[in-house]
């Protein structure tokens, strides 16, 4: 029995989870009224532990997203857990934002599409294939304009990923197609809970990951750094 502690710091579900193999202990959320979620990280995890009786040295793999995803949550989640890996000595697994999206879908379908937009009319996306109930890329990620997507085979997929309602705005009429199959919105993102199941199931085939190798999975530069290069 594997006790993990999940971090996601990417999208509108931040949050941190305890997990027991497949069984959720606990899950907070990171979501705050005040600044970027992950302002309350180390407090947030420390609670969590706290209030479950669960010492940071009974937890045997710490789970996290590495992207793509918010810029500021990427580089404060992943500093964390960079830290508390080594701190602790805890192997460490980094499972990719659009994988976790997959792995945490509520509907059954055999072919699923994770999206985002990177803005200035590009999207990353990138597709999955189930097999024996776990999500598998049956591609790489891929980063195009998005004319050159519009025009992709959008049969028998099911489409998931927070950059959705910023893509439909920049589609004809600003809908997005009938026959373009979306998942439920409140799968578009995962939660901690997912990743600790996601980055489980990745260690056990993988091992773990070098907290010093360890860096966030960016598809494109943060507007400050494009701000920086445009003077």
């Not at 959320?29 to 947030?44: A, R, Y």
Request: aromatic letters at 8%; proline letters at 6%.
């Amino acid at each position: 029995m594997m006790l993990i502690l999940g971090l996601e710091c990417t999208g509108k579900k931040s949050s941190v989870a305890l997990v027991r193999d497949e069984k959720l202990i606990a899950i907070s959320p990171l979501q705050s009224d005040f600044g970027q979620p992950t302002q309350k990280l180390f407090s947030t995890v420390q609670s969590l532990c706290q209030d479950n009786e669960v010492s940071w040295s009974e937890i045997e793999l710490l789970a996290i997203t590495h992207g793509p995803g918010s810029f500021t949550g990427l580089r404060v989640g992943i500093t964390f857990a960079k830290t508390f890996a080594y701190v602790t000595g805890c192997p460490l697994k980094a499972v990719s934002t659009f994988a976790a999206t997959a792995q945490g879908l509520t509907i059954s379908c055999e072919r699923v599409e994770v999206i985002e937009d990177l803005r200035k009319g590009q999207v990353a996306w990138q597709r999955f294939e189930v097999q024996d109930d776990v999500w598998i890329p049956s591609g790489p990620l891929i980063a195009e304009e998005l004319d050159v997507w519009k025009n992709h085979d959008h049969s028998g997929v099911i489409y998931a990923g927070l950059g959705i309602p910023r893509l439909t705005r920049q589609l004809p009429n600003q809908t997005w197609p009938a026959d373009w199959k979306l998942a439920p919105e409140d799968d578009w993102s995962p939660d901690a809970a997912t990743v600790a199941r996601c980055g489980r199931l990745r260690f056990l085939e993988e091992g773990s990951d070098d907290p010093f190798q360890l860096q966030p999975l960016y598809i494109r530069r943060s507007a400050a750094e494009e701000k920086a290069q445009a003077k």
